[in-house]
């Protein structure tokens, strides 16, 4: 193992949650199971990377028990005894090889359909209605949902801790319910969750905090977000340092212990005059561990991928990314479409098999390997 390779196989440490590497399986939509129950084909899916040097999985977005917290088939749901006990399979494998894993826990707001499972009638949930020829196509959030859905979020977290996960990822990003009221494009609200960045924090911040007191202290609360969001990739919900720190600091303080930045390319920086990225900002400024994200290990980035395409991404260099770790402007590094294609991926770059690092295709997100 060369010098700088090390780097990422050393073992990391946060209060009770020992990591054996700093390899993250990052959060991926599989779509693989059916009535939303994880089956053996996702215990073994989630297997086979803590298995070859993941130290974290954190598994796909798992929807919680709200009525309008899913918007897509086959996506496995983290409430209901069926689901959970399929889950304590998953963490019961993951734990068997000497991995960490955590749930993302996952609320799609207002990009839910009609006609979607488990109840086609529900329309999205969002911080705004949407009317649509004269039908509510999304609902408007009142105190009420808003109470019953972080209710939801927290029943989720102490089932987590029930079954034995790990900790839990919270999906505060990528234009999704947090994140939809976290953005001005989609909170239009006047009341006390609308306003500034600050006032569009407060669901955000209810939700974490709520959490938190569901878990107790001791149990890790991973927040994941970006300024990206699907509904427009350029969106930012930050300028400046400043601003970032005046938004991240209350959702520190509420109980977030790692943040999990999600940004398309890591390379990238995230303001002008640093060479710092979104995660290595965030870990400035909040003083947490953060988990980088974004393409690493491929040369081509995700989104092209969403679309019906012939492309493949080919195996990347880490030289970049390692010498960023090495200088710990961040802490932990979270892999994508190259562990979704190639559950070895990890051990083939701590051996120095880069040669043989398989290649990402769409032709990948059509079974689980």
Known sequence: ???????????????????????????MTRSFSPGGVPNSKVIEYYRRRAAAGVGLIVTEGTTVGHKAANGYPNVPRFYGEDALAGWKKVVEAV????????????????????????DA???????????KEGNVVVHGMTQDDINEVIAAFAQAAKDAKAIGMDGVEIH????????QFFWAGSNQRTDEYGGDLAQRSRFAIELIKAVRAAVGPEFPIIFRFSQWKQQDYSARLVETPEALEAFLRPLSDAGVDIFHCSTRRFWEPEFDGSEL???????????????????????????QFMVNTDKVAQPASLENLL??????????????????????????VRDGREQDILPFSRDALTSLV
């Open 95 to 118: 734990h068997a090889e000497g991995g960490k894993i955590v749930p993302q826990l996952w609320h799609v707001g207002n990009v839910r359909k009609l006609g979607t499972e488990p």
């Open 323 to 348: 010498e960023r770790l090495n200088k710990q402007e961040f802490d932990l590094v979270a892999v994508g479409r190259a562990l979704l294609v190639d559950p070895d991926w990890a051990v083939k």
């Open 121 to 131: 009638g529900v329309p999205g949930y969002g911080p705004s209605e949407k009317i």
């Open 277 to 303: 990225n979104l995660a290595g900002w965030t870990r400035k400024l909040t003083g947490k561990p953060t988990i980088t994200v974004g393409s690493v290990g491929l040369d081509g980035e995700f989104l």
């Open 1 to 27: 193992m060369t010098d700088p390779v090390k780097a990422l196989f050393q073992p990391f440490t946060l209060g009770n949650l020992e990591l054996p590497t700093r390899v993250v399986m990052a959060p």
């Open 172 to 179: 505060g990003a990528h234009g999704y319910l947090v994140d």
